[in-house]
């Protein structure tokens, strides 16, 4: 079940980015390098579809939308920040992993 609502490429990004007060889609956008605009509002939708977040259009010219988390997207943070620890923690390693991958074109 955990698998299947933070399973994505950025739905943990995404989260913590929220959770740090960025909470529209350009700054999100542009907080997590890599990502595409489409990509992200499709996990967007899907964080939201799970109760995780929460959508607020402002009916404005230009229109503005921000996301913020639910009550149950708070209850998620401890264990990002868990995976977070974990990946500095043992940063060395991984980053030379994540090298080799690259620069063998695996991935």
């Not at 739905?11 to 350009?26: D, M």
Request: no cysteine; charged share 25%; proline share 6%.
């Amino acid at each position: 079940m955990t698998k299947e609502v933070l399973g994505g490429k950025w739905k943990t990004s995404l989260i913590y980015a929220i959770s740090e007060g960025i909470l529209r889609p350009s700054d999100l956008q542009r907080a997590i390098p890599g990502s595409t605009k489409r990509v992200l509002n499709q996990q967007l939708k899907e964080l939201e579809e799970f109760d995780i977040l929460t959508k607020k259009i402002y009916h404005q010219l230009p229109p503005k939308v921000e996301y913020s988390l639910t009550g149950l997207g708070e209850t998620v943070l401890p264990i990002i920040k868990m995976m977070n620890q974990w990946g500095e923690h043992n940063r060395i390693p991984l980053e030379t992993v994540i090298k080799a991958r690259g620069e063998s074109g695996a991935g």
